[in-house]
């Protein structure tokens, strides 16, 4: 594999020997628009398996943890403007966020080796690089109605993933399940969509008609939900971007009613800083910066997410009307 993708007006390429490994990020970044002939602003290329464990070579210096990752630290080196993470044994990554060139080797030669280096790594890859390109990352998904955006931000758990699938089966276009980049193309907040495949549990199959097929599906070795492109399953291409109107935060509760409350933007904020990365300081403030002006100007809301999802649809599609 060895492909240039569009993500969010950043040009990538993607190199990859390993089939098995090109075939899992080549599914994450399907719906991602190609253009083979762009120059690119950001290199990933991906070794192994059985790769050499020296490379990349670990920067030179003291590092700091930014992250604690189950298994291994993600360690920020501030002289030379470097990410580095080691999982021994399974995969390692440095990520050079000044030249937009991230080495990812897979050590080992498991499939959950190739997982590990092809989702979580490259996802962390992603979003902390694209910083530099004033795409700053949201965990959050993303629906849109009548062009007017919906941020459902939210941990494992939350109800995130729930609510966005169910939002999309009621006619609401989609863009992301679990991260956005917010930029300001003109001195206006704007949503790009990463249109990854879509994580649900087991708890979601059972409760979407549509997904029931997922519930014999095998997990991926180290992924605790199953996997989904949308395209796939529902037939509908994702939306490029659309201008954030609503941020709502999903809490699953007792009961079959829905019901949506007000939320402090302070508390709103509160709830989004926890996946910032502090690595360098400028690209950090800048970051924190762009999630307290989308709390400041757009209305935001606890979403207090009941069983019965026609009402899940109706209460947000009632509140984007």
Known sequence: MDSVVVLAGVAVRVRCEDPMAAELIGSRFRSLE????RTP???VEIRG????????????????????????????????DQLFVDFEGSARMLCVLGEGLVEIAITGDGL??????????????????????????????????NGKGVLVPGASGSGKSTTSVTLLRAGFDFLS????????PADDLWVEGFPDEVDVTEHTVARIPELYHLADAPLLPGR??????????????????????FLIAPQVVPGPASELEPLAPSEAFMGLIPNVLMTDPSASQAHLDMLAELVESVPCLRFRVGSDLDGVAACVADLVS
């Open 34 to 37: 190609s253009d083979p002939t």
């Open 177 to 184: 399940d679990d991260t956005v980049f917010l930029t300001r």
């Open 224 to 245: 605790d939900k199953h996997g989904f492109r949308i395209e796939d399953v529902f037939g509908v291409a994702p939306l490029p971007g659309c201008r954030p109107e």
């Open 41 to 43: 602003d950001m290199v």
């Open 112 to 145: 959950g080796d190739r997982v590990l280096a092809t989702h979580p790594l490259v996802t962390v890859a992603l979003v902390e690089t694209m910083k530099r390109f004033g795409r700053f990352p949201l965990h959050a998904a993303a629906l849109a109605l």
């Open 49 to 80: 398996p059985g790769c050499d464990p020296g490379w990349p070579l670990q920067p030179e210096g003291k590092g700091r943890p930014v992250y604690d990752a189950p298994g291994a630290e993600i360690e920020y080196f501030d002289d030379s």
